[in-house]
């Protein structure tokens, strides 16, 4: 409910700054949404007791019109001011904030100085100069501008796997309980740990199709049935999303689940190596080829193999091969790695924040929680001081904040602490502390966060420089990018990774399913190039931790390789090696 009510409060302050509210105003909703998200005790369950407005004006920073805004909302289910704030405001200019990079300031200025109510409008005004024409415009802001709808544009309709993923597991959940059901598995490319997802694939074995059938598509959240089938259905679900069903014959269950995991490419070559072989595959099994045309199954040829995938591979001398490792990238001529990373494997969390920078937990809250998902080393590293938004901390907060992390260490058992810091890379690749004050952390991250539209040149000298700095142990989410939304920076990968490899320096997959930074083909280009990897959460809140799978699947679609990610070495050698230069 909590997050429900910080929504309303958000587009509350986003409609206000579209309608010219004072910035006093749009503040204290935004600050209100941020409190929401971090209480502990629900809001929803206060707003109904008698004492709603005292208990509710009793939490910091929510004042007496919040409360009642609240209130309004638990009771009546819509806020009746947010209501006529909506009707104010041309129902197009939603899309047109939706644009990267456009806030709701620069929204209302092209709609008040150039008439733009809708993404088609800006458009217009961009082809046809208008926009350039307005006062503070000019010809870069409308570039980016441009860049940024053909973006968005390109992005399209993909969901990230961070969302896809959970809504696949409940999927296959719901359908394990569907009487009759035998096997259930996703397949598609949220098996391949894809970065974003176009629609689900869900495939069944069953002794009732016809009950499988029918409970896929009158689940909850169905809002659309697109196709029927017996054997294939196809659903919209609330937020969307497609999911695609098969229900397929036990024996055929491999032959089915290698076909629909894909990738198409990687189907493609198997399927040449197969005729090269004398067969021919396709979703229902191996097949010795009897030179005739047509699906062989339907003129009852017998399969050579199609239970198991690794039947069909092994029938066509490979060895199984992993899902994510299934790119078309030469996977039948490269061993696969009997030692590629793991979510188990990964003992150590090298990049997160508390309460001292923009996390949610205290050093301790974080600490337990770290150790409660299984990680044995948990380096704090909150913001540095460039990065006011983020409550980035000063050389005095930092030294008090390097005390508070050893004193907990020593008091918390099961998990060691490391102090470090997440350094911001200025724009000209120099750090946001002194060598000094780097000298007294364990652990440093730098990360670039401002100036992402840099060009690649000045990008890859930035980053490199921090990459070559004998202080930095890893470079954080080294492009900035953010899935669908904004591109990053698009340094040169060969230069970075070798000035990586020079300054010993590892290069960060950041696991949060909006970053996924490294991405999949330059972790696999470092890790070809010999370079250390280190895959965290960047958490600023204890459930953030579970999306080192994420970090882990785009790990693993690199070849990333146990021995290369620092986060799975033995504690001793991962502190000798943060130790090395300091
Ligand atoms: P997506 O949904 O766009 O994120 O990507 P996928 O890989 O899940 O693609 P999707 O849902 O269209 O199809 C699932 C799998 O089915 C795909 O990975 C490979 C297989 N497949 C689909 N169409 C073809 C095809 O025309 N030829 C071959 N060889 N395989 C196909
Ligand atoms: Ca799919
Ligand atoms: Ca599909
Ligand atoms: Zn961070």
Same mark, same amino acid.
């Given at each position: 409910?909590?997050?429900?009510?910080?929504?309303?409060?958000?587009?509350?302050?986003?409609?206000?700054?579209?309608?010219?509210?004072?910035?006093?105003?749009?503040?204290?909703?935004?600050?209100?949404?941020?409190?929401?998200?971090?209480?502990?005790?629900?809001?929803?369950?206060?707003?109904?007791?008698?004492?709603?407005?005292?208990?509710?004006?009793?939490?910091?920073?929510?004042?007496?019109?919040?409360?009642?805004?609240?209130?309004?909302?638990?009771?009546?289910?819509?806020?009746?001011?947010?209501?006529?704030?909506?009707?104010?405001?041309?129902?197009?200019?939603?899309?047109?904030?939706?644009?990267?990079?456009?806030?709701?300031?620069?929204?209302?200025?092209?709609?008040?100085?150039?008439?733009?109510?809708?993404?088609?409008?800006?458009?217009?005004?961009?082809?046809?100069?208008?926009?350039?024409?307005?006062?503070?415009?000019?010809?870069?802001?409308?570039?980016?501008?441009?860049?940024?709808?053909?973006?968005?544009?390109?992005?399209?309709?993909?969901?990230?796997?961070?969302?896809?993923?959970?809504?696949?597991?409940?999927?296959?959940?719901?359908?394990?309980?569907?009487?009759?059901?035998?096997?259930?598995?996703?397949?598609?490319?949220?098996?391949?740990?894809?970065?974003?997802?176009?629609?689900?694939?869900?495939?069944?074995?069953?002794?009732?199709?016809?009950?499988?059938?029918?409970?896929?598509?009158?689940?909850?959240?169905?809002?659309?049935?697109?196709?029927?089938?017996?054997?294939?259905?196809?659903?919209?679900?609330?937020?969307?999303?497609?999911?695609?069903?098969?229900?397929?014959?036990?024996?055929?269950?491999? +032959?089915?689940? @290698?076909?629909? &995991?894909?990738?198409? %490419? /990687?189907?493609? #070559?198997?399927? !040449?190596?197969?005729?090269?072989?004398?067969?021919?595959?396709?979703?229902?099994?191996?097949?010795?080829?009897?030179?005739?045309?047509?699906?062989?199954?339907?003129?009852?040829?017998?399969?050579?193999?199609?239970?198991?995938?690794?039947?069909?591979?092994?029938?066509?001398?490979?060895?199984?091969?992993?899902?994510?490792?299934?790119?078309?990238?030469?996977?039948?001529?490269?061993?696969?790695?009997?030692?590629?990373?793991?979510?188990?494997?990964?003992?150590?969390?090298?990049?997160?924040?508390?309460?001292?920078?923009?996390?949610?937990?205290?050093?301790?809250?974080?600490?337990?929680?770290?150790?409660?998902?299984?990680?044995?080393?948990?380096?704090?590293?909150?913001?540095?001081?460039?990065?006011?938004? +983020?409550?980035? @901390?000063?050389? &005095?907060?930092?030294? %008090? /904040?390097?005390? #508070?992390?050893? !004193?907990?260490?020593?008091?918390?058992?099961?998990?060691?602490?490391?102090?470090?810091?997440?350094?911001?890379?200025?724009?000209?690749?120099?750090?946001?502390?002194?060598?000094?004050?780097?000298?007294?952390?364990?652990?440093?991250?730098?990360?670039?966060?401002?100036?992402?539209?840099?060009?690649?040149?000045?990008?890859?000298?930035?980053?490199?420089?921090?990459?070559?700095?004998?202080?930095?142990?890893?470079?954080?989410?080294?492009?900035?990018?953010?899935?669908?939304?904004?591109?990053?920076?698009?340094?040169?990968?060969?230069?970075?990774?070798?000035?990586?490899?020079?300054?010993?320096?590892?290069?960060?997959?950041?696991?949060?399913?909006?970053?996924?930074?490294?991405?999949?083909?330059?972790?696999? +280009?470092?890790?070809?190039?010999?370079?250390?990897?280190?895959?965290?959460?960047? #958490?600023?809140?204890?459930?953030?931790?579970?999306?080192?799978?994420?970090?882990?699947?785009?790990?693993?679609?690199?070849?990333?390789?146990?021995?290369?990610?620092?986060?799975?070495?033995?504690?001793?050698?991962?502190?000798?090696?943060?130790?090395?230069?300091?």
């Amino acid at each position: 409910m909590n997050e429900d009510i910080a929504r309303i409060f958000e587009e509350f302050a986003t409609l206000l700054e579209l309608t010219g509210a004072n910035g006093f105003r749009v503040n204290a909703h935004t600050k209100v949404a941020r409190v929401l998200e971090g209480l502990t005790v629900d809001v929803g369950g206060l707003a109904q007791d008698d004492g709603a407005m005292k208990a509710l004006e009793a939490i910091d920073g929510i004042g007496k019109s919040s409360a009642q805004k609240i209130i309004e909302f638990i009771n009546q289910g819509e806020v009746a001011e947010l209501a006529a704030l909506r009707a104010s405001v041309p129902a197009g200019l939603r899309d047109v904030m939706k644009v990267p990079g456009l806030g709701p300031k620069t929204v209302r200025r092209l709609w008040q100085e150039a008439d733009i109510e809708s993404l088609g409008d800006l458009e217009s005004a961009i082809e046809d100069g208008r926009l350039e024409a307005l006062p503070r415009m000019g010809r870069k802001t409308v570039d980016n501008i441009r860049a940024s709808i053909e973006f968005m544009k390109t992005a399209g309709d993909r969901r990230r796997l961070g969302t896809a993923m959970p809504i696949a597991e409940g999927l296959v959940a719901m359908m394990q309980t569907v009487p009759g059901v035998r096997k259930v598995a996703y397949a598609g490319s949220v098996r391949r740990g894809q970065e974003t997802i176009g629609d689900l694939d869900i495939l069944v074995t069953t002794d009732d199709p016809a009950a499988a059938s029918e409970a896929f598509q009158t689940q909850a959240g169905v809002t659309k049935i697109l196709v029927a089938g017996d054997t294939k259905s196809s659903v919209r679900l609330e937020d969307g999303i497609q999911v695609d069903l098969r229900v397929v014959p036990g024996e055929v269950w491999g +032959a089915a689940l @290698l076909y629909f &995991t894909g990738s198409k %490419d /990687h189907n493609v #070559a198997l399927r !040449e190596r197969a005729i090269g072989r004398g067969f021919r595959l396709n979703e229902y099994g191996l097949f010795p080829d009897d030179g005739e045309s047509g699906p062989p199954q339907q003129r009852g040829v017998t399969a050579i193999a199609s239970v198991t995938e690794a039947d069909i591979y092994q029938a066509l001398d490979l060895p199984w091969i992993p899902p994510e490792l299934r790119v078309d990238r030469g996977e039948f001529d490269l061993e696969v790695p009997e030692d590629l990373i793991t979510v188990e494997a990964i003992r150590a969390e090298l990049h997160s924040h508390t309460t001292a920078s923009d996390g949610r937990l205290t050093i301790d809250e974080l600490a337990v929680a770290a150790r409660g998902a299984g990680r044995t080393v948990l380096a704090i590293t909150d913001h540095s001081r460039s990065s006011p938004q +983020a409550n980035g @901390l000063d050389e &005095t907060r930092l030294r %008090d /904040h390097i005390e #508070a992390i050893h !004193e907990a260490d020593a008091r918390i058992d099961g998990i060691r602490l490391l102090a470090g810091s997440e350094v911001d890379i200025h724009i000209d690749g120099s750090l946001d502390y002194s060598d000094d004050v780097l000298a007294m952390l364990d652990v440093v991250v730098a990360s670039p966060h401002a100036s992402l539209r840099q060009d690649p040149e000045a990008a890859t000298a930035r980053l490199c420089a921090a990459a070559r700095h004998p202080l930095v142990s890893i470079i954080g989410h080294p492009t900035g990018r953010l899935i669908g939304t904004r591109k990053g920076l698009e340094p040169d990968f060969e230069q970075l990774i070798a000035a990586a490899n020079e300054g010993g320096t590892a290069l960060e997959i950041n696991s949060n399913p909006y970053r996924l930074d490294l991405r999949d083909i330059h972790v696999r +280009a470092a890790v070809d190039a010999g370079c250390l990897i280190s895959i965290n959460t960047d #958490a600023h809140r204890g459930e953030h931790l579970d999306f080192i799978r994420y970090g882990v699947m785009t790990g693993r679609r690199g070849r990333l390789r146990i021995p290369g990610c620092i986060n799975a070495w033995p504690e001793e050698q991962l502190l000798e090696w943060l130790a090395r230069n300091r």
